[in-house]
Structures are given as C-alpha cells and as structure tokens.
C-alpha cells in the first residue's frame, strides 16, 4: 500500500477526508447566502472569514488525525516496515495540502461567480487565481505545525493547540490589516479589502510566506517524529 492510498485511507476512517473538502465549500456556500441578504460587500468579507475559519479547521482534522494514528499503532506499523519516517510525515501533510487546494479551488470559484465582484474595479481572472491560492496557503502552514504538535499529543491537545494557536495569531494579523504583507494576507484578497493597485503582488508574496512557513514547519515535525519512540 503506498503512503498517500494509506493516508487518504486513515482520514477516510476517522470521517476526516470529508471534513477537508466540505469546509471550504460550507465557507463560500456561507458567504453567498450572507450576500444575497446583506449585499455583495459583507459577502466578500464573509469569505474572507470563513476561509480563515476553514483553514484553521482543516488542519485541526490534519493534526487529530495524524495524533489518531500514532495512537492507533499505525504509524509504527509503518516504521515497521522500514517506511522512511519523513516519508510517513510528508504523506501526512502532502496529501491533505492536495485535498485542501482542490476544495478551495472549488470554493473559491463558486464564490467568485455567485458574489459579484466591486462596482469600483473587476478584477481579472488571474488576480482571481492569485487570490484563491493565497487564501488556501495559510492551510498547509497551519497543517503542518499542528502535524508538528500532533507528534507528542493527544488529538484532543492537537486540536485546541491548534485553534488556540491561530486565535492568537489572528490577532496581529487583523490589527496590521493590509498595512504590510503577512502570511494571512490571502484572506483580506478573497474579501476584497486588500490593496487593490498591488492584488497579485500582494497574494504571491503571501503565498511564499505561507510556504517558507509550511517547509519549516515540517522540518520541525519531522526531527520531532524522527525522535519519537512508536
């Protein structure tokens, strides 16, 4: 069994496969029934925040998930079986970061064509692209640190650390606004209050910091797991 049928097999197991792609979409459905009763302006900040709220919650499903099967002795029947441990981490984080990109994808596009975008300048549609992929990158560094926490906790610590983890970080993050580019700057893209004269700018430099952040993120998870006795 390779290492990616394997993961997708325990998230499918634990009901967390499903939660990966329905958040996103639950976010922008979310975001659309709040436009068609408030208008096009709280929709978009809607998104914005449910985008936010789905990427913490995804990788709060990473991490549990990841703590569930060091629990369950699955990882070190993996191990085991001389399957690399950075192997048995990066299939961990790799193959969410690719269910949590389509879904996003996914719900960014709904929400693209249902909310209507501002009378003052439509964006085109690679500034649309720039925006879903910065909004869906803050997702695989969070993955990746609760993957990290996951090593030595239980899923339940997993998952508040994680939460608790982001809630504290979202403060500096809403208090600096769009006033510098930060790891979360995808967000204030999909509700349409960021810069608008730098919006590609703006969403690939938030992009490379999310991914700088993923890279040392996993790095840490993996000298964690690297360590760990299964």
């Known amino acids: 069994m390779t290492l990616p049928v394997h993961v997708a097999r325990q998230l499918w197991i634990q009901l967390r496969l ?23 302006d709280a929709g978009r900040i809607s998104l914005g925040i449910g985008f936010a709220v789905a990427a913490v919650l995804c990788a709060a499903l990473v991490g549990t998930g990841f703590a569930e099967e060091i629990g369950s002795g699955a990882a070190a029947w993996l191990v085991v079986r001389a399957v690399p441990r950075n192997a048995v981490i990066g299939a961990w984080l790799g193959l969410p970061i690719v269910v949590i990109f389509f879904a996003f994808v996914v719900a960014g596009i709904l929400a693209v064509l249902a909310i209507p975008p501002s009378l003052e300048r439509t ?54 606004g769009t006033s510098v580019v930060h790891p979360a700057s995808g967000f204030w893209l ?41």
């Open 123 to 176: 964006p085109n549609p690679f500034e649309v692209a720039v925006a879903i992929v910065a909004s869906a990158a803050p997702a695989f560094a969070l993955s990746a640190g609760s993957l990290a926490i996951a090593v030595r906790a239980t899923g339940r610590v997993t998952a508040l650390a994680t939460v608790g983890g982001a809630a504290v970080l979202a403060v500096p993050m809403v208090l600096l």
């Open 18 to 40: 499903l939660g990966l792609i329905v958040l996103p979409a639950v976010a922008a459905i979310g975001a659309v029934i709040i436009e068609g009763q408030f208008g096009s």
């Open 190 to 230: 999909a509700a349409g209050v960021a810069p608008g004269d730098l919006p590609i700018t703006v969403g690939l430099q938030a992009t490379g910091l999310c991914l700088v952040l993923t890279a040392a993120a996993w790095l840490v998870a993996a000298r964690r797991f690297g360590r760990r006795d299964l």
